[in-house]
Structure formats: C-alpha cells, structure tokens
C-alpha cells in the first residue's frame, strides 16, 4: 500500500468533493421516486443521500475495498469493481451516478456506456474533470501529469448531446470542494509526518504540497463538472 493510499483510508472521500455539492446535485435531479441506482465514487455519503432522497436500492460500486466495507457494515449492497467498470443490470437502472475524473478512453466512451447500462427514461448524473477557460501552459502539463487529460466544459455537453442525452442541467464544483474537503484535511494528516526521514512520506508529502500549489494558483481553470442528463 502506498504512503497516501493509507492516508486516504483515513479520510472521507478520495477526491475533491462535499456533503453541500452531493445534496446541490441530488436537488437539481428532480424529486426521483426510484426502485434501483447505482453508483460509483469514492466516498460512501453519496450512496446513503441517494437511497434517503430516492427510496432507491442503492448498488454502491467502489475500486478501493476499505469504501467498501465500511457502506457494507451500515446495511449497503456494495461491491469492489475493477477501474471504469460500470455493473450492468438487467432492465437497466432509474439512476446512474457516476463520479469519474479525467477519461482515458474519452468522454464519448464513458458517455456511451453510461447510456447502454441506463433504462429508457433513466438519470445519469456523471461527473468529470472539466477546463472551465483556456488553462495555462504550466497548468495544462501538470493537470495532464497528475489526472489525465480534462476536457472543456462545453465539448462534454455537446457530447452528451450527440449520444442521445437531455441536458436537464450542470453543476461546477466549488473550489472549497478541493480545498476545504480535500486538501485541508489531507493537509492535517500530513503534518504527523514532518521531518520525517522515511522516503515514501517525504515524496507523499511533497507531491501533496505541489499539487495544493497548483490548485491555488490556477484553480480558476479547471474543476469537477456534474452534468445531470436524461
């Protein structure tokens, strides 16, 4: 297990995000009266919102296994999935929520995909890295070295569009979402280890520290993005 692979079992989520923005985006869905969803993400608030506010059975889908577990002790159906596995059901699901990142195999694909698993009148909430302007030179290549390769905010829209999706709206992430629920508590995990001489802490501690500088400087140019599509 890695050096911030143990820090994050310690924390609430693994990625930039918020009780405030899961509850903003739920709001914008609708009032959903559904049978099933499924989700994939990386904090267990979201799952229990959906199940509280949509009277759904609720198939949580995780790739870290502690997630998991610890859903599955509060009386979830959860399960471990290998990266972008999206669990197909017969039928279809009332409710996708999908919480990705940047796309390896492009936003088409996983739109795609969204779309074939979804049941004819069905609700995908699917979020992804987004530039929001032009980004900077320097912003660009770290953003492409740390996540991959976000893309505009628009083309995900027209995207969307393309593979048959009504846009019923979109939400961009709050920069407290990285700073106030993720890199502020990741922050306070980290000061334990000041000074120390252990290699992995050192350069966990450093990668962290880079990457909370770039958000500072250029978090203007790029954010999560939901888009809630029917």
Same mark, same amino acid.
């Given at each position: 297990?890695?050096?911030?692979?143990?820090?994050?079992?310690?924390?609430?989520?693994?990625?930039?995000?918020?009780?405030?923005?899961?509850?903003?985006?739920?709001?914008?869905?609708?009032?959903?009266?559904?049978?099933?969803? $499924?989700?994939?993400?990386?904090?267990?608030?979201?799952?229990?919102?959906?199940?509280q506010q949509t009277g759904a059975n609720v198939l949580a889908?995780?790739?870290?296994?502690?997630?998991?577990?610890?859903?599955?002790?509060?009386?979830?159906?959860?399960?471990?999935?290998?990266?972008?596995?999206?669990?197909?059901?017969?039928?279809?699901?009332?409710?996708?929520?999908?919480?990705?990142?940047?796309?390896?195999? &492009?936003?088409?694909?996983?739109?795609?995909?969204?779309?074939?698993?979804?049941?004819?009148?069905?609700?995908?909430?699917?979020?992804?890295?987004?530039?929001?302007?032009?980004?900077?030179?320097?912003?660009?290549?770290?953003?492409?070295?740390?996540?991959?390769?976000?893309?505009?905010?628009?083309?995900? $829209?027209?995207?969307?569009?393309?593979q048959g999706f009504k846009i019923k709206d979109f939400y961009?992430?709050?920069?407290?979402?990285?700073v106030s629920g993720f890199y502020k508590p990741l922050d306070? $995990?980290?000061?334990?280890?000041?000074?120390?001489?252990?290699?992995?802490?050192?350069?966990?501690? &450093?990668?962290?520290?880079?990457?909370?500088?770039?958000?500072?400087?250029?978090?203007?140019?790029?954010?999560?993005?939901?888009?809630?599509?029917?």
């Open positions: 297990m890695s050096f911030l692979n143990s820090l994050l079992q310690q924390m609430e989520r693994s990625t930039a995000g918020s009780e405030e923005t899961a509850r903003t985006v739920m709001r914008m869905c609708g009032d959903l009266e559904l049978q099933n969803a $499924l989700f994939l993400g990386d904090d267990i608030f979201t799952p229990q919102l959906i199940q889908t995780f790739h870290e296994d502690f997630r998991a577990e610890k859903l599955r002790e509060l009386g979830f159906d959860t399960r471990v999935v290998g990266a972008y596995e999206l669990v197909e059901r017969e039928g279809g699901w009332e409710l996708v929520w999908y919480n990705g990142s940047a796309e390896p195999d &492009g936003v088409q694909r996983r739109l795609e995909q969204l779309r074939e698993i979804l049941k004819n009148g069905g609700v995908a909430v699917y979020r992804t890295l987004c530039w929001l302007i032009d980004p900077s030179p320097d912003t660009k290549g770290y953003v492409e070295r740390r996540f991959g390769r976000p893309v505009p905010l628009d083309s995900v $829209l027209l995207s969307a569009r393309e961009i992430a709050p920069k407290t979402d990285w306070e $995990l980290l000061k334990q280890y000041e000074g120390t001489q252990d290699g992995d802490a050192a350069a966990g501690i &450093g990668e962290v520290n880079k990457e909370t500088y770039m958000f500072e400087l250029h978090s203007e140019e790029y954010s999560f993005v939901y888009y809630i599509l029917e």
